[in-house]
């Protein structure tokens, strides 16, 4: 089990109020090929790191005393051992550095251990810059590993992990947890299905994320893992924490502390008793949350990555007893450091208008909510979650402007008893101003999700390209800009050949799944100018304009050898033709496509035709080639 799942999930912390809501890699076991070597070593890392990293340097330390030597693969797999131990130990840098002692001597993308060790490496990283090249290698290095076997699973879970987009990183680790089940891998399966539900955790489906994190936490009582055990109970705090039920989090969090204190492993402790602090500062138990957030900073000891986060959760339990002048220092001292940014920002602003309010200091109170109010809707901006997400943000600015009338109405009432007028009027306005800014933000997120309706209208829901009746539309708009252009368009049509045998052999998700990648390709394979559609079924239409028909082919045949070359290949039909010299009916120029892409099929499949060229047309300007097809489809 990775402890860069702390590392990550730590970034957002004060700002969104979650611990952790990204996943881990499961990795431990999940390996690419765990040799005899190190195979109980690395399940020895899931029970006790610190003492399975006692064991992995005796064993390197060994063939410095003159012991017997071990091949170099051996060697490498036992570096890879150690990266795993120093990673689950937050070790990072010493990560690294055992990932790239082994990758000297497993330096070829066939030795068994490569992919491992390039895995390691990546996961180490703290520049993100040294990440791309990473993937690119591991991406390489895949294509030496056997179908279905451990280590396409695993390296095809890594690269989901890796993804930098959410879909990607979804789409990746949901083929490996399939491709585990079938294989019957029970460990490689567990392991994998508690990355997953990170990713369903940072999507909102904590209900499915807590089933997954179930059959994890089975697998590792069954196998006697207590750092795994742990991991799980933490995991589990943090679901009940973006459910925001905190009371329940509580003896979740005190299993991950017993359990890792157990095993000696303080630091993972350590942020299991942070993530009690949040909890009882949520539930306003502010004594309880200022003795674990003690614990947890004794349990850090020298250790700078959490102390932003203690300091944010003391200004808010010093606000709490009403120590005023102490949550305000406190927050001061968060944001006048370098990890504000890092941290979002937003909750140390609140936290001091509150603080300042309490001691009269309304002007800057207000100054302070006011760059709250700008902090939050800047992060808001910044998000890049779809329907849900945006559903979330809304209610979330909802609960600000509550939170934001509450501070206004204690502000007017101190500023009525102290008779300052100047300073009322400035409150009002102030109040007014902010209220009109969250207003804005409203109306613009409302705005935003009317947009994203619209796309969802014109963009086929499987392949995320253009449905039929958008790209009919913007056909018919570029057929009549190169009619009047005189300027040639051509238009093909592709089937996909023996989908049905596909559907009724393999499944209709691996149907789906083709489909989706040959949308890929046609995407990759066209300009920016070009229109690509699911125009039906298994058939697609693509849209040239400025392209004469012997160019189109060529395009079409560029997209046929990209088909032809993935690990599944993929081998379609296609129909060109070409748009007569002003002629505006797209639905013509569609039906001698089709009748070519008959005619293609009637010659033996997987080839093109291009259908006979039309006589000249008249500039006929009033007619509507894309209501007409609308029409007739």
Known sequence: MRSAFLRISFQGFVGAGLLGLCAAPAHALCSAGSAPIVADLQRQVLDDPAKALKQIDKRLGQQELGQPKLGRIDRAWL???????????????????????????????????????LAQSAFGQADPAALAPLRQRIAAARRFVQPNSVADICSRATVGYLSEEPAEALREMSAAYRMAMQQGLEAQRAEIAIDLAGLLMQAGDYDQAQELIDEGGRWADSNGLTFQRASIAFRTGMILTGKKDYAATIPYFDRAYRLSRSIGNDHFAAFAAMSNCQSYVSLDRFEEARRACDDAERLFGDEKMALPRLVAFRSRIALGLKHYDEAAALASQLLDGPATRSMGGTTPYLTRAKAYAGLGRYEEAYADMREFSERFRKETEASKTRETASLRTQVEIDRQVDRNRTLSRELAFQSERARYERRQVGLIAGAAATLLILLGLFLWHSRRHQRALERLASTDGLTGIANRRNATERGAEALARAADARAPVSVALLDIDHFKQINDVEGHASGDEALKTLAAILKSGTRQSDIVGRWGGEEFAIILPGIAPGEAVEVVARIRAAAAALERPLRFSAGVAAAAPGERSLESIVARADAALYAAKANGRNCSVIADAPAPQADRRGQDGASSLEAAA
């Open 79 to 117: 570096y890879a051992a150690q990266a795993l131990a120093y990673s689950t130990l937050e070790m990072n840098a010493e990560e690294v550095r055992a990932a790239q002692a082994g990758l000297r001597l497993a330096p070829s993308p066939k030795d068994a251990p490569h992919l491992e060790l």
